[in-house]
């Protein structure tokens, strides 16, 4: 693929952002963010270090015959040489070679008290290091980045110092310095001022590699961008050590909504929704829902009083439209909704309303009689859309009856705990008696109840139950406290959230299962009886 | 409690941040949150918007008896009169009198087009809302704040009119102008050109209020404040709606730590760690790891070629100290930095470690191990204690030891829930078999203890569960996912609370219960078996 060299989109998800506590990819792992990466058409990745580690050197080996990439250009990590060594008798440095990597991004100490302390060696040897091993790769025919690692705290440390690794990088033929602040301490001003000191004094081409430290490391980004930097080093969904690298997908949605500069091959943002979370999915990494661009909630209106303005124009309360980015805008029915927010959730949901302003107003009466009472459907949007099918059809979609269960929790002497139920439903005119244990009462509720409709509808096997919130509210309107479960239920293509309510926290939790059962059949496209 | 004039911290939580996807707060919570708020030490707590919904009108009216604020003063939120009558004949605005707040903020609209669309008023009749609602709060004795929505991109519209909702605001008494970023696009460089600008035509004293929609919030309001605003609102842990408000607590830390501004009282900034934690235990919004300063992630190190530079001078590979922010450093085998906060704690509650360093480090080891397993002490001071006294003590204080217990609940065909429980325990030497009934599971398990143990410990009846909160945390460590329980007891004297974990939700809610009991004995002076 021809590199387009205007201005560099440059992930590290595989390699700075694995990182990340908790983080743990396989190589299969590894390919296929790849491949999601190449899909949003950033310009390179970094794929890891070859030769450190053999994950790393097995995925550059694979990566060779498994991927044809489209738009993105491969990238090896590694380190100068080793101090006191020749370039060429570097064992690391050899793996980059051998990586067949198109690209190399070399690490070098840039702060001299790293020089000193870390590495353990002179400053002159680690200006050679620098120099010899970009000379050797680039006689290789390899393109070579360099990471001026602790660039800022360096500079402001010894700035001669740290400029003259930029001089001899520069020199030795380095296509980049990308200049990093490794602990993420920077704020925009002053890294903008370094940033413009740095390209004023020197000829090389530049990049920057943030980390979000102090919360800024989206506008480190574009403050060095603004400066001049021609490169941008990132990774998906912000993943990174501590505090995480600078979000990617942030920096480009920036760039192309508000810079209007274009950095992705054309329709591209368009995919970046859907990529930021089919790569959480392999991460296992639990997405935010507050993520700038591709959060869930990041087009999601709450308040009654946006509500109506939205009515008139969406652009009165979103930034950008949430197509862009291939999100969704979403309102949420809450105690604080009116009526134009129903209208425009029915919308959303496909469901017509027709306008029928007696229908919505008995709507926005039930949510608001269920809200006094202790519900919440801006959490349990399944739960709000059987709540007004019920009323668009004038009775609840319905599958099944739960009419009698009763579960038993015990712990014996020696500390061992089981939990087993009984559910008594009705289903297609039958009565049906069934059991089950679980890791806890409500799970062996809900196996109970799968159990006993699992001969008319099969497809309840694939009904996990992904997560489980309970709250007490205090007593409202007069009456006692009373228990909210919220609940979280996948069938493998999506997830959806229903609510209960009840004194007895068992009692809610049984409500919240009944509402995501009839949900889950009805988006297997299941008639009620 | 006197008013620090000199820069403003104004802190939207309870309002602006209680706009966030899936997050209620009950009257009590708000509360709770405020106390934390006080503690942290911000100069402003905007607690609602007395009269526009019944709830905030409860909080301000208990807020004025239960609270004694340190070092906050409340602020009530509401709008502008409305269009076409006179101030004093609105009643939201006589609602934000009757609510005795000392201060109070009205959201007035500063770009044209929402005053035509949204407000569907004339653009000198909006000027004139402005100026008649700030004069008539004013007369009353109220400090008034502006907050300008949509600002930034109003004056980008039709700047002239932006200008013209300052200059009336000011010249009418508004304290402070807060320019609002309500849809969160703005960046650093534009919006600090403006700001610059706004500051250059205008004598008022300017505030700024972002969203973090571009990623962009705690940069944006740091540019403002570079720019000359010397007020700035923000949440905790960026609560908020759709992306969330520009986060509070990094926003301090970057201006105290980066910027040598000191905002907050001598020494508070060291709480945000806890605060921060705690108020996510309120909300049961579960913290983001990578959370800049506050994160649990924010100084976690991963294996690697950091570790060895961390061992010769942990500052090389961290921006900040982590106890700047009364955060730790992990992956660290020294136990420097818990040691620091287990011997303040333990001073806190009146236990003398007698510096004994072997038994400090013992209750740091006990704790990591048991915050590894998922327990949580932050929000469970009562167990804390019990795991200090039994370190110091060399075993458990007990007054009982649980057996053997069940517990069953069972709906009807009537619909109607009982819930009944079986507890065996053994107490002063003597085998106890005791039953209870409750309004669900854990209430019975919880009146079948304290039915066991109530002729030895008449003062049980006292006790009562006033709250209880479950989640489901991820598997750790290889293993599956388990659930915490908090749990909140009060004897109509305090409240304490305790925590259990387990795979199963009743076992680890009794595993609370038997904390919280113990626990309430000791508090009755009961000396321990």
Not at 223 to 249: C, K
Not at 430 to 453: C, K, M, T, W
Request: charged share 25%; aromatic share 6%; with cysteine.
């Amino acid at each position: 693929m021809p590199i387009n060299d205007s201005f560099h989109i440059y992930d590290t998800t595989l390699r700075d952002g694995a990182q990340q506590e908790g983080l743990n990819l396989s190589v299969h792992d590894k390919l296929t963010i790849a491949r999601h990466l190449d899909d949003l058409g950033v310009g390179f990745i970094e794929g890891g270090w070859p030769g450190a580690n053999p994950k790393d050197t097995e995925f550059f080996k694979l990566a060779q015959t498994e991927l044809k990439l489209k738009n993105a250009t491969f990238v090896a990590f590694g380190a100068t040489r080793r101090p006191g060594v020749k370039a060429a008798d570097d064992l690391l440095l050899r793996a980059l070679v051998d990586s067949k990597a198109a690209a190399v991004t070399l690490v070098a100490k840039s702060h001299d008290r790293h020089v000193d302390l870390a590495l353990k060696t002179q400053l002159d040897e680690n200006l050679a290091m620098i120099a010899d091993s970009i000379k050797f790769l680039k006689s290789g025919g390899q393109r070579v980045f360099l990471d001026a690692e602790h660039f800022f705290d360096g500079y402001i440390s010894n700035k001669a110092y740290a400029l003259e690794v930029v001089r001899v990088a520069a020199e030795a033929g380095a296509d980049v310095v990308a200049l990093c602040d490794t602990n993420g301490g920077m704020l925009p001003d002053e890294l903008s001022n370094i940033v413009h000191e740095v390209l004023t004094m020197s000829k090389a081409r530049l990049g920057i590699h943030c980390h979000n430290d102090t919360g800024c490391a989206v506008a480190n980004s574009l403050a060095a961008i603004s400066a001049g930097v021609t490169h941008v080093q990132g990774t998906l969904n912000g993943y990174g050590e501590r505090t995480g690298n600078a979000d990617l997908v942030n920096i480009i949605a920036n760039l192309e909504l508000k810079k209007n500069k274009t950095v992705l091959p054309n329709g591209k943002l368009q995919e970046a929704f859907r990529i930021s979370h089919a790569v959480a999915e392999i991460t296992n990494v639990a997405p935010s829902a507050r993520q700038p661009y591709v959060g869930t909630s990041a087009f999601a209106h709450k308040a009654g009083l946006h509500a109506s303005a939205i009515k008139v124009d969406p652009m009165m309360y979103q930034h950008e439209t949430p197509e862009s980015v291939g999100n969704d805008m979403r309102m949420l029915v809450s105690e604080m909704a009116g009526r134009a927010s129903i209208e425009l959730k029915s919308v959303e949901l496909g469901i017509d309303l027709g306008g029928d302003k007696n229908l919505i107003a008995r709507v926005v009466e039930k949510v608001k009689e269920l809200e006094g009472k202790g519900f919440t459907f801006e959490a349990a949007d399944a739960s709000f859309e059987l709540l007004l099918r019920t009323e668009v059809l004038g009775k609840r979609p319905s599958f099944f009856t739960i009419e009698d269960w009763q579960t038993t929790v015990h712990q014996d002497e020696s500390g061992k705990v089981t939990s087993k139920a009984t559910v008594k439903i009705k289903a297609k005119g039958e009565s049906i008696s069934a059991n089950g244990v679980g890791n806890g009462p409500v799970n062996a509720i809900d196996n109970a109840l799968r159990s006993g409709l699992e001969s008319f509808y099969p497809e309840l096997s694939k009904l996990e139950l992904t997560d489980y919130k309970v709250r007490i509210l205090e007593g409202r309107l007069g009456t006692g406290a009373v228990t909210r479960v919220l609940v979280e239920t996948s069938d493998g293509n999506g997830e959806w959230s229903t609510v209960g309510v009840h004194e007895n926290v068992i009692a809610a939790s049984a409500m919240a299962l009944d509402d995501a059962v009839t949900y889950g059949l009805l988006r297997q496209g299941r008639k009620p009886e």
